[in-house]
């Protein structure tokens, strides 16, 4: 596994595979378990089972609740009820050393016996086994059957009688709260909720007390995350206009990633949108919904930013005495200047490290980090290590579109959720491989948080897809990973591009959106309902709140995506399995109809055997087997969300 000096980690209530190769000499059975220590103590052996794959794999899957640093070891041994079993079984069947095979086992069983750990009901039951085996008058047929007895396998397999004990190396595992691997995310701009045009029409800002008037929606559509863009003073100098434009007029706000002017800088909030004590009312508010609110940590400065005078030497200076304005070719951000550790890393950690604490005392414990790769990987591996030993609740979201190796360092450096490629996968070839790599290739050290949408992205996928294209990515997003996010205006089907670029036209970026929620709803025009009811089927099915789950399946079609989420009963907080199955049309533009093909073995079903499913979205129920036809039409109904109803 690519842990290198990180160890991997996971979230309360996942189920974690745990997996090992183990292997010994000659032909006798061995066994594996896995002795797990969580962070209050408490010890536990946990039975691995052979893979067999033919390569000695070993693997059990456990789901840890207790939040903290769990240790960890595999334990190999020479499983002697095993091993005896398969020679018993072998020989007695041609009548080859029967009476030795029969004794042997009885010697197991005395063994067994004599063990004061085991139930007084199991010994008793072994008792009678030693006696059957050892009495002449009973024949080798009934010995086989109790040498076959899946009981009795079932006690050794619990408490084996093992020897030749060898113990692997100590190993960690950390395990963070439950919102750090699963959440539903929202985004909006408070300075857009509750704006209002004036008689001579500019705009007043919308502040913190009138967003909290569009927390009950929030809420509504079943959201557990608000992120907020940055919510400091903007700066004036080299301000941004209205599309990214270098001539703003009287009244547009800028950039919020523009951060500081004399009213102040990272910890203090826009004037227009209130006071500290507003924005912790607001959090509150948002708590009261069962709404977690998340800021934006963006280590970046305005030129107006009181750092830049205070402490020139963060930032990068030119030949010429300017200070380097950020860039990201082709786009500049004349409005920012990004910080440079090099100059002196220890003053910027304490400074960061001070403003983070500053907004945990406001009650927030979710930071979203703007361009985090941008930043040294020493200085996030130190920030979130001494953060969380102080808040282990605190989660950090690394938004960093770049390269593999980078974004994949930062998520094993600490960053408990990371943006991810997902919203230029969109054909079923790709997503098939990408949610394949996010469930089994990279899952123990990055948790993806699939955005369909962001102020910076509007797809070409969303642009010309209309409305069946923000249905179906929604859709996969919800379903294919336990953390997905939406920002505002998804649900109005805001698709309109400034011209020859992946970004929405009049960005909310830099200016004010005055938007009608509500009149939208009452019209029919708004995908609400539809989020609500995403969010609402992710509450109800654990499966969908798990990411190394995912299995894909097959069609005939080559825009028909399918996959399947299966979480067996003994790892759910309810004891009962759960099946979802996605059947999704990746092509807006179409009804596609074809043949599906499933491998029902994962959750539990043989091969030919029917069983019934439900589509969670519009009640329809089938029954079903392995091969089965579908029809999805993308302007109605461009995907399947099943639930399998699997007798338990």
Excluded: C
Aim: no cysteine; net charge negative.
């Amino acid at each position: 596994m690519p842990w290198g000096d990180y160890r991997p980690k996971a979230f309360a209530g996942e189920a974690i595979p745990f997996r090992t190769t183990a292997f010994r000499e000659g032909h006798d059975r061995i066994g594996v378990h896995v002795r797990l220590t969580s962070p209050s103590g408490d010890v536990s052996l946990h039975r691995l089972s052979s893979l067999e794959d033919g390569f000695d794999r070993w693997a059990t899957t456990i789901a840890l609740l207790e939040q903290g640093v769990w240790r960890f070891r595999f334990e190999g041994f020479a499983d002697e009820f095993a091993t005896w079993e398969h020679a018993a079984d072998v020989k007695i069947e041609a009548g080859v050393d029967t009476a030795l095979m029969r004794e042997l086992g009885a010697g197991l069983f005395d063994r067994a016996i004599a063990e004061k750990s085991r139930p007084i009901a199991e010994r008793r039951v072994l008792q009678n086994a030693a006696v059957a085996l050892r009495d002449g008058a009973v024949d080798d047929a009934a010995a086989l059957e109790l040498i076959r007895d899946p009981s009795i396998a079932a006690y050794f397999a619990a408490r084996p009688l093992q020897s030749l004990l060898t113990v692997g190396a100590d190993l960690e595992l950390l395990v963070e709260r439950e919102r750090a691997g699963a959440g539903a995310w929202y985004e909006f701009f408070p300075r857009s909720e509750g704006a209002r045009r004036l008689k001579d029409g500019t705009i007043k800002s919308g502040t913190f007390r009138t967003a909290v008037k569009r927390l009950p929606g929030v809420a509504a559509m079943g959201f557990d995350v608000l992120y907020l863009p940055p919510v400091h003073p903007i700066g004036r100098i080299n301000r941004k206009g209205r599309n990214n434009t270098l001539d703003p007029r009287p009244g547009d706000p800028g950039s919020p990633w523009a951060i500081g002017a004399e009213e102040g800088g990272h910890d203090a909030v826009h004037p227009d949108l209130g006071t500290l004590a507003d924005f912790r009312a607001f959090v509150r508010a948002a708590r009261a919904e069962g709404v977690e609110v998340a800021i934006d940590l963006a280590l970046q400065a305005a030129p107006d930013h009181p750092w830049v005078a205070a402490h020139p030497e963060w930032f990068t200076t030119l030949p010429d005495g300017s200070i380097a304005y950020a860039e990201n070719p082709p786009k500049k951000y004349q409005d920012i200047y990004p910080v440079n550790f090099d100059n002196d890393p220890e003053g910027l950690r304490t400074e960061v490290l001070r403003i983070v604490r500053h907004w945990i005392a406001q009650g927030v414990n979710i930071f979203r980090v703007d361009n985090p790769h941008t930043k040294p990987l020493q200085f996030w591996e130190w920030l979130i290590a001494t953060v969380t030993a102080e808040s282990p609740d605190v989660v950090f979201l690394a938004e960093a579109f770049t390269r593999p190796a980078p974004m994949q360092s930062l998520a094993s450096a600490g960053f408990q959720q990371s943006y991810t490629y997902f919203t230029w996968r969109n054909t079923k070839v790709e997503l098939e491989g990408f949610l394949s790599g996010l469930a089994h290739e990279t899952a123990d050290f990055v948790r993806p948080n699939l955005f369909v949408n962001t102020p910076d992205i509007l797809t070409e996928y969303l642009q010309f897809g209309g409305r069946p294209a923000y249905r179906i990515r929604a859709a996969i997003a919800a379903t294919a990973a336990p953390t997905y996010g939406v920002y505002a205006g998804y649900e109005l089907y805001e698709n309109v591009a400034r011209p020859g670029s992946e970004e929405n036209i009049d960005n909310e970026k830099y200016e004010y959106k005055l938007r009608d929620w509500a009149g939208a709803q009452e019209r029919g025009e708004s995908l609400a309902p539809f989020l609500a009811r995403l969010n609402e089927i992710r509450r109800e099915h654990p499966a969908l709140r798990q990411l190394r789950n995912i299995s894909i399946h097959w069609s005939d079609d080559d825009a028909i995506l399918v996959y399947a989420k299966h979480l067996d009963g003994a790892l759910s907080s309810s004891g009962r399995s759960d099946t979802v199955i996605v059947v999704v049309n990746t092509d807006p533009h179409s009804v596609r109809q074809t043949m599906v093909h499933l491998d029902t073995r994962v959750w539990g079903v043989p091969p030919g055997e029917p069983f019934e499913v439900e589509d969670l979205l519009t009640g329809a129920q089938w029954t079903w087997s392995d091969h089965n036809f579908v029809m999805l039409d993308a302007f109605a109904e461009p995907v399947h969300i099943l639930h399998v109803k699997v007798p338990q």
